[in-house]
């Protein structure tokens, strides 16, 4: 998952902290920000989230073969749209709402946001699990002092939020640090002390910790673990605007990927090489701790573990920052209700700050009542932004047909290599919403109905019509269904949080 780069709505510079340099930025620096905002705390969780999954080596690499091909389709469709349709400020939601309405357009910015706020409850099992290294007392990072600790985290930031405090001095600084020296470190240690085992690697290439676990289920579990690590690849192009050449955007944005691409691949295999799939499926989070320890001694645990506290601890200011101004930005255009653009003195958006904290804690409720961990809450965070990048490529394919004029002029590139970029981007999306399962995908209901209330809400509020055409009603009625058939599969215990 990478730290956050922009509003939804409105791309802002409040939750990248980037400042625009004078002269702009030239091509060396704009990759290495654009990998800065990419690279999160996914990274360190990898090893061991791919091999629970039941994949070997061999599903591991497929899957991110089909993920680099998805993911630069994205970016790309993200860079274009950005482009062409500069008049649309307001990113995913504008995007969903030209191409098809503003139902669908609302449910965009809702799931964004709801996506955003499941990113801090996740942060917030991953950080108290890395706590627990160095205090046992934080266990898993779902027990009880860590769901207090991560409460009185959440709501310190909230209030240093309301004081119009939107991000401490150094926090991207120290982000930055402790999220690359520790990768770096363990790459370079696992390469060069020669830990790497081929014999190691070659048994787990073509056998997984489940026995017997079809290839392509192999595949499927391991596509919500690699698009994890890419939500928030959006943002990449907000900082489009501060380039010093504008034609080094593409290049930069194409590079950083690649970049990117590779330390994921690195961390992977030469993790694949160091432990069986069975032993990495058994790691604590952050796995990559435990393949260090395994690797070099306890000092690599304390490197990777620190590391992770202290990327983790800036990374939830920024998503209290997101996650507020997400909702905030969307009732500013007219999209949520009234209520959720309100401002106190200092200028911060306090209904959304207090709102998204307190369904963060219910969510903490339930990871505390429940066997949910870690890996459960991001699987729903990737699959709630599903819809808005789907909708995003969907709208992106569809003006490379209907619109191939507006290409003219500011992109290069012929239009069929834009339509291919934006059907891929499409196929991409279906594929992962399937990958997530049917019951990711009911589950993943019951966050979108709640959204039908506020959106109703909002039109009532502005005395606009709602829900007119026969798509939007159609939407409505598979939203209800799916979360009914949740609740049921819930209640019966068929499906268990």
């Excluded at 520790?182 to 370079?188: C, D, G, K, L, N």
């Excluded at 291919?420 to 992962?432: A, K, M, Q, R």
Aim: hydrophobic fraction near 55%; charged fraction near 10%; include cysteine.
């Amino acid at each position: 998952m990478s730290e956050p780069s922009a509003s939804p709505a409105v791309q802002t510079e409040s939750a990248s902290g980037i400042a625009k340099p004078e002269g702009g930025l030239g091509i060396f620096r704009l990759v290495t920000t654009v990998i800065t905002l990419i690279v999160g705390g996914g990274v360190f969780t990898l090893a061991g989230d791919q091999a629970a999954g039941g994949a070997s080596g061999a599903a591991v690499l497929t899957a991110w073969g089909i993920s680099a091909v998805g993911v630069l389709c994205l970016v790309m469709t993200f860079f274009a749209l950005s482009r062409v349709k500069p008049k649309l400020k307001g990113g995913i939601y504008s995007y969903a709402n030209a191409g098809f309405g503003d139902f669908l357009g609302f449910n965009s910015a809702w799931g964004y946001w709801i996506s955003a706020l499941l990113c801090t409850v996740s942060f917030s099992a991953l950080l108290f699990g890395a706590l627990s290294y160095f205090f046992p007392i934080f266990g898993g990072g779902t027990n009880l002092p860590s769901i207090i600790g991560a409460s009185i985290l959440i709501w310190f930031y909230v209030f240093l939020v309301s004081r119009g405090i939107k991000e401490a001095t150094g926090v991207n600084a120290v982000i930055t640090i402790s999220k690359f020296v520790p990768i770096f470190v363990a790459i370079t240690a696992i390469v060069f002390l020669q830990k790497f085992d081929p014999a190691i690697f070659m048994e787990n290439f073509t056998t997984g910790a489940v026995p017997g676990m079809p290839f392509f289920d192999q595949v499927s579990s391991t596509m919500m673990v690699t698009i994890w690590v890419f939500v928030g690849i959006e943002g990449a192009v907000a900082i489009s605007g501060r380039a010093k050449k504008e034609r080094d955007v593409g290049k930069a944005t194409i590079i950083a990927f690649v970049c990117v691409l590779s330390i994921y691949l690195m961390v992977s295999v030469l993790s694949m090489g160091v432990m069986p799939m069975s032993e990495l499926a058994q790691l604590e989070n952050p796995a990559l701790a435990g393949v260090m320890e395994h690797a070099v001694g306890q000092w690599g645990a304390i490197l990777i573990n620190g590391g992770v506290v202290l990327s983790l601890v800036g990374a939830m200011l920024g998503y209290t920052v997101l996650s507020s101004e997400s909702p905030y930005e969307a009732a500013e255009q007219g999209v949520f209700i009234k209520a959720f653009a309100k401002t106190n003195k200092k200028g911060a958006p306090i209904v959304t700050l207090v709102v998204t904290n307190i369904i963060v804690e219910a969510f903490y409720v339930i990871m505390l009542f429940s066997d949910s961990t870690y890996q459960f809450f991001y699987t729903l965070s990737a699959g709630m932004i599903l819809l808005p990048y789907l909708l995003s490529a969907a709208y992106f394919a569809k003006i490379t047909f209907t619109e191939p004029g507006a290409f003219k002029g500011k992109l290069g590139g012929s239009i069929v290599l834009w339509r291919i970029f934006g059907i891929f981007g499409v196929l991409y999306s279906f594929f992962l919403a399937w990958a997530s399962g049917a019951v990711g995908l009911t589950l993943m209901s019951l966050l979108y109905a709640p959204g039908i209330l506020m959106y109703i809400k909002g039109k009532k509020e502005r005395g606009e019509p709602y829900l007119k055409s026969t798509v939007d009603r159609v939407v409505v009625a598979i939203i209800l269904l799916a979360a009914v058939i949740s609740i049921v599969l819930l209640v019966t215990g068929q499906v268990v949080l």
